[in-house]
């Protein structure tokens, strides 16, 4: 591991870096990096999100809210989980309640994190946290971000598991949170 204000890390020398691109949803950064096994130095880049938060939330009938947006990777509609970044400082928890009734109007109880993930440690630092939500409930309309337009759909873990087995849900960080969900004690 790289010690604070310490540039080696267990054979390598990791120089300090520049932002090569910065936009609203994350920060790409370069520098040079050397193998001291054979000596060749590269540039690695580091893409510098914001942590994330995905939510598995279930309604009182054990069903589980799902959405299906837009994914402009993939030009397609994704059924998805509700979830996304999370703001400087915030609790986990928190920005998972937050994002779920945005997304759909939905809120509950006895939130808790269930899991974390790094999602590729080769190019990125964040994390992306998983909030298990009970007793979810439509409470109001969603709050849309200027550039949403979300789907509310509600499934049962049975069907769930059909759409995972399917390949109609195979967004790596849902599949993730399902995953800690789905395998849960």
């Not at 604070?4 to 936009?23: F, M, R």
């Not at 969603?142 to 059909?162: G, H, N, Q, Y």
Request: proline share 6%; hydrophobic share 35%.
């Amino acid at each position: 591991m790289r010690k604070k204000n310490d540039n080696s890390v267990e054979g390598w020398e990791v120089h300090p870096d520049k932002v090569i691109l910065d936009t609203p949803v994350v920060k790409i950064h370069a520098g040079p990096v050397v193998c001291k096994r054979s000596g060749r130095t590269k540039d690695f880049y580091l893409f510098d999100f914001p942590d994330w938060v995905n939510i598995i939330a279930l309604t009182p009938e054990q069903e589980i809210v799902l959405i299906r947006q837009l994914r402009y990777g993939t030009g397609r509609m994704e059924i998805e989980i509700p979830g996304g970044m999370m703001n400087a400082g915030e609790d986990p928890i928190e920005a998972g309640c937050r994002e779920l009734l945005e997304e759909t109007g939905y809120a509950g109880n006895h939130a808790r994190v269930i899991g974390k993930v790094c999602p590729n440690p080769a190019i990125q630092r964040n994390y992306c946290h998983t909030v298990l939500v009970e007793d979810a409930v439509r409470v109001s309309d969603p709050s849309f971000d200027d550039m949403e337009d979300i789907e509310c759909i509600l499934k049962s873990e049975a069907d769930v598991r059909k759409k995972i087995e399917s390949g109609s849900i195979d967004h790596g960080l849902v599949l993730n949170a399902l995953m800690f969900y789905l395998n849960k004690p």
